[in-house]
């Protein structure tokens, strides 16, 4: 596998009613495939959430769209464009960040919660500034968190999903 230089196609979700932001580190190559988050069918964010909100999967980007928006989720990445090899969040380099401006004063944001260690890392470095919502580290729902089953998933995600 060799590092491309990859740039985030796809926007942020969010409306004037969104309070609690999620931001992952990258979108996966399957991700960027269906220009959508959590495209691979391995990564158990839309499982996490469909079990915490008592809800069947979502088959389609409008389906997930409408749910994060009924909720008062927002959704975005970290990264605006970076090198990456394939979809390992451990090879990003060359990090260009996303200016968070855009969902924070667009919403009421009241809490960011981080999709595993090297989104929060990603965040720390490039994007936190004073004034904003607090940031909270939570366990990635990425296959390669298999320290984490999904009903724990689910459990550490119900407690922070609330504002």
Not at 5 to 26: A, M, Q, R, Y
Not at 55 to 84: M, N, P
Not at 134 to 162: D, H, Y
């Amino acid at each position: 596998m060799e590092y491309a230089h990859v740039t985030h196609t796809f926007g942020p979700v969010f409306d004037e009613n969104s309070k609690i932001l999620i931001l992952g580190s990258f979108p996966s190559v399957k991700s960027r495939e269906i220009n959508f988050y959590y495209g691979h069918p391995q990564n158990r964010f839309w499982k996490v959430l469909a079990g915490i909100y008592g809800q069947q999967l979502w088959q389609t980007t409008g389906q997930k769209r409408a749910f994060l928006l009924e909720h008062k989720i927002a959704l975005w990445d970290v990264i605006a464009s970076c090198e990456i090899e394939g979809s390992q969040d451990s090879s990003i380099k060359a990090v260009k960040a996303n200016d968070l401006g855009a969902v924070l004063g667009g919403a009421p944001i009241e809490k960011i919660l981080l999709n595993g260690g090297k989104a929060y890392e990603l965040f720390l470095k490039y994007c936190q500034k004073e004034g904003m919502p607090p940031a909270v580290k939570m366990p990635s729902t990425s296959p390669a968190n298999a320290a984490f089953r999904l009903e724990r998933l689910i459990e550490v995600w119900s407690g922070e999903l609330t504002v």
